[in-house]
């Protein structure tokens, strides 16, 4: 449910041993995910349209990441964001341990922001922008058992406008804000 057809193999490994907590607030799924040595591929005949985006924030051990012709290597410390309804390929040949938030990707639409940008790109959660996300998500994982009904609403929209703002680019421009304003005023409509 949470990932999708997928096939895994034990890259190497007799078994595969891994753990999933999962948080929901709204229509964001945030998990934390610790896996033994493993390969996960989402090849062309698995993959189901509109499938969500996900943002990984790895904390422990190294993944490989391929999709689209792309190769990055995630290492604590590093966040990546993907489409889970293109190819793709994660390979880990030891223990890793992340954060996931999972977004529907119509709510990344319904902000008027482009995916084709966004898709396949690491940044550092180390500092800066990157930091504060993943502190969020952390917290709001923790805390998302405890939270009121009436404030989902805006720790949602906080945690997904703070996920997916070190991945955009910097505008350069008034002209370009208001694009991007226009775009998210239209998208709204």
Same mark, same amino acid.
């Given at each position: 449910t949470l990932c999708g057809r997928l096939r895994v193999d034990a890259f190497g490994a007799g078994t595969i041993d891994g753990h999933i907590d999962c948080a929901t607030i709204r229509q964001?799924?945030?998990?934390?995910?610790?896996v033994s040595q493993h390969r996960?591929?989402? /090849?062309?005949s698995c993959l189901e349209p509109g499938r969500p985006v996900k943002v990984l924030i790895q904390t422990c051990g +190294? !993944?490989? #990441? $391929?999709?689209d012709g792309r190769h990055l290597v995630i290492a604590p410390g =590093?966040?990546?964001?993907? =489409? &889970?309804s293109r190819p793709h390929v994660i390979t880990s040949s030891a223990l890793t341990k992340h954060h996931v938030v999972v977004i529907p990707r119509q709510l990344v639409e319904q902000r008027g922001?482009?995916?084709?940008?966004? *898709?396949? @790109?690491?940044? !550092?959660? @180390?500092? $800066?922008a990157g930091r504060l996300a993943h502190d969020f998500v952390l917290s709001a994982f +923790?805390?998302?058992p405890a939270l009121e009904a009436s404030c989902e609403v805006q720790v949602a929209d906080t945690l997904? =406008?703070? &996920? *997916?703002?070190? #991945?955009? /680019?910097?505008? %350069? %421009?008034?002209?370009s804000r208001r694009t991007a304003l226009s775009s998210r005023i239209k998208a709204f409509i």
């Open positions: 964001l799924r945030l998990c934390q995910i610790e996960i591929a989402h /090849p062309a +190294t !993944s490989l #990441f $391929g999709q =590093d966040c990546l964001i993907y =489409d &889970v922001l482009s995916l084709d940008p966004l *898709l396949a @790109r690491q940044i !550092s959660a @180390r500092e $800066g +923790t805390e998302a997904h =406008d703070l &996920v *997916l703002m070190p #991945f955009l /680019p910097e505008p %350069s %421009s008034l002209g």
